[in-house]
T-cell receptor, first 114, second 115 residues
Framework: SQQGEEDPQALSIQEGENATMNCSYK?????LQWYRQNSGRGLVHLIL?????REKHSGRLRVTLDTSKKSSSLLITASRAADTASYFC??????????????FGKGTKLSVKP | EAQVTQNPRYLITVTGKKLTVTCSQN?????MSWYRQDPGLGLRQIYY???????DKGDVPEGYKVSRKEKRNFPLILESPSPNQTSLYFC??????????????FGPGTRLTVL
């Protein structure tokens, strides 16, 4: 089942603008992770936020998590052409049998125009 | 260099011919996982392993087998491949702890075509 669902599916912005992507999920989670994928290549981990955290920063990235709404957002500030990629959220289950079951969303395709 | 390697990177085969895609990591990670990626469907988890000799089904395990006899290796076996298994496959590994799976390191992918 697809738990993490990103929104929007595609986003096109100019260099220097901010990009915001959203992710919604359905069940309880231990943590939520964001990944980037350049066309057809392996995914690269960006940031992990735990269920007891509300906000996390890493360089130009800011992630928020609202467990009451079962949603997360990824903000990329001052975007660059090199940020052009697909972005995925992945939810990691809670304790017990679902711990290793990571569910990825379908991704947001970001295009940053120079 | 810390990495996850997959072999082969590209494979074209025919229906019913058994194949194995190997995955190896050199980071001493407990957790390993296989995903397939199809257009419009994102990544879907096939099988995962929390540690040696511990494997479990993901969301799309039908038609696949795995084994975890050593910590570094996690091969994906297709006993009788069918055209609907044509896909881009990724292996990933991670440290795991009582609180769950951490950031995953992904291999470069294996593009499989089943005719």
């Amino acid at each position: 089942s697809q738990q993490g669902e990103e929104d929007p599916q595609a986003l096109s912005i100019q260099e220097g603008e901010n990009a915001t992507m959203n992710c919604s999920y359905k069940t309880s989670i231990n943590n939520l992770q964001w990944y980037r994928q350049n066309s057809g290549r392996g995914l690269v981990h960006l940031i992990l936020i735990r269920s007891n955290e509300r906000e996390k920063h890493s360089g130009r990235l800011r992630v928020t998590l609202d467990t009451s709404k079962k949603s997360s957002s990824l903000l990329i500030t001052a975007s660059r052409a090199a940020d052009t990629a697909s972005y995925f959220c992945a939810t990691a289950g809670g304790y017990g049998g679902s711990q290793g079951n990571l569910i990825f969303g379908k991704g947001t395709k970001l295009s940053v125009k120079p | 260099e810390a990495q996850v390697t997959q072999n082969p990177r590209y494979l074209i085969t025919v229906t019913g011919k058994k194949l194995t895609v190997t995955c190896s990591q050199n980071m001493n990670h407990e957790y390993m996982s296989w995903y397939r990626q199809d257009p419009g469907l994102g990544l879907r988890q096939i099988y995962y392993s929390m540690n040696v000799e511990v494997t479990d089904k993901g969301d799309v395990p039908e038609g696949y087998k795995v084994s975890r006899k050593e910590k570094r290796n996690f091969p994906l076996i297709l006993e009788s491949p069918s055209p609907n298994q044509t896909s881009l496959y990724f292996c990933a590994s991670s440290f795991s702890e009582a609180s769950g799976v951490n950031e995953q390191f992904f291999g470069p992918g294996t593009r499989l075509t089943v005719l």
